[in-house]
């Protein structure tokens, strides 16, 4: 197994068609399967369950009919602390526990790490939903967790693992750990993890695992995971704690190198920052003064309006109120008009702002590096 290698990366991303539509590259000696929904023109603020609208990532390389099967009343989350077995859950107990009022609904962008590298790309590897399920803690309540541990490792039933750390469980101002079998009002499909997956709001999709059938608590700290300890092997951030970076996706040009008709066009795309909220998007255009695209998805209202009624009626139980929008860990839409541009070849900047006074950055010296700004070259015809 070699390590993730960002520059046979590149390479086999520059043989890659521009929009990005089905990606597939080595990691090593293995295959990572990357689908997308490419770069549409009208992203909705909520993205529909429906096969083919969310991404599909196999962090475990299976393809989607290889995906795990269970029906939910198959599904049983075993827990354990090493070879001790400390108790079991099926899915009746765990639904039981949101009739008893442990319930809870919030949005979630749910965000594959691939995204880091391929960010500047105009990867798609994002969706949002709403996500029901029961805080971890809750299903916890009756397992007596060893003192000593440290973290809990993750199991899913294609063999995916994972870990987070157990300090996060009762972190405070935080949103909980969830375990979710519903996604926008609807039982969790077969292809987003269900009956049962993790939701973790402001971490990267690999910590979320889907078909989740084993929590064990260790005292190891250790790196624990199929993206921890081979896909991403060394990169600190990737282990714990696994927090979602600032960036931009989705830029609605076609791809790099597209072809517009001008003067006029109009630009949108999304962006999301771990733990923080966007504040701000600003673009130029040939390296032109910035100006400020409009948000989208800033404002709760807006948002409710878009969704259809079951779903605005699922929004009004969300936990994140109407006053704390933009959300942390959420996508904002953006979109903006440029106008007057001559025929020929351009440049578009974009960069995002956070809560936290983070800004992606003009230059890094490094065009993959997270904080880089957003650069896309593109081309009004004659
Ligand atoms: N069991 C399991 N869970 C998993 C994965 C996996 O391969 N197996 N992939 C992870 C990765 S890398 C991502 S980005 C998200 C993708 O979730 P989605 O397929 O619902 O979009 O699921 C995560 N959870
Ligand atoms: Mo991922």
Redesign the pocket.
């Known amino acids: 197994m070699t390590r993730f290698n960002r520059r046979e990366f590149l390479k086999t991303l520059a043989t890659g068609s521009a929009a990005l539509l089905a990606l597939r590259f080595t990691s090593g000696c293995e295959f990572v399967d990357v689908e997308t929904f490419g770069t549409g023109g009208d992203t909705s603020f909520l993205t529909p369950q429906d096969d083919g609208v969310?991404?599909?990532?196999?962090?475990?390389s299976?393809a989607k009919e290889d995906a795990p099967n269970i029906a939910a009343d198959d599904w049983r989350l075993a827990i354990t602390a090493g070879d001790q077995r400390l108790g079991e859950l099926n899915y009746q107990q765990l639904r039981e526990l949101g009739a008893q009022g442990q319930e809870l609904t919030y949005w979630k962008t749910?965000r594959?790490?691939f995204s880091l590298n391929l960010g500047p790309l105009l990867t798609s590897?994002i969706?949002n939903g709403l996500f029901t399920g029961v805080p971890l803690t809750a299903a916890l309540e009756a397992i007596d967790i060893p003192a000593e541990a440290v973290k809990i490792r993750t199991f899913?039933?294609?063999g995916?693992t994972s870990n987070i750390p157990l300090s996060r469980l009762n972190a405070e101002g935080q949103l909980p750990v969830m375990l979710a079998y519903e996604l926008n009002g609807e039982p969790l499909s077969r292809?987003?993890?269900g009956p049962v997956?993790l939701i973790i709001p402001e971490m990267?999709?690999?910590k979320?695992?889907?078909?989740l059938d084993r929590l064990d608590f260790t005292a190891s700290d250790e790196a624990f995971g199929v993206?921890e300890t081979v896909r991403f092997r060394g990169v600190a951030s990737i282990d714990a704690p696994g927090k979602m970076a600032l960036a931009n996706h989705t830029i609605t040009l076609a791809g790099r190198n597209a072809t517009l008709d001008g003067p006029d066009i109009t630009i949108e795309g999304v962006a999301v920052s771990g733990d923080a909220a966007i504040t701000e998007v600003r673009f130029s255009v040939d390296d032109g003064p910035e100006r400020q695209a409009d948000l989208l998805g800033d404002d709760a209202g807006e948002v409710r309006q878009s969704l259809p009624p079951a779903l605005q009626a699922l929004m009004a139980d969300a936990a994140q109120d109407d006053e704390s929008w933009p959300l942390p860990n959420v996508w904002v839409r953006w979109s903006a008009n440029i106008e007057g541009l001559s025929p020929g070849s351009h440049t578009l900047t974009v960069r995002a702002f956070d809560s936290e006074g983070r800004a992606q950055q003009l230059d890094t010296g490094d065009p993959l590096a997270v904080a880089q700004a957003v650069r896309v070259p593109f081309e009004i015809s004659d």
């Open positions: 969310w991404f599909w990532q196999s962090g475990n299976i749910l594959c790490v590897l969706a899913g039933a294609d995916f292809l987003r993890g997956r990267w999709g690999y979320n695992m889907k078909w993206y």
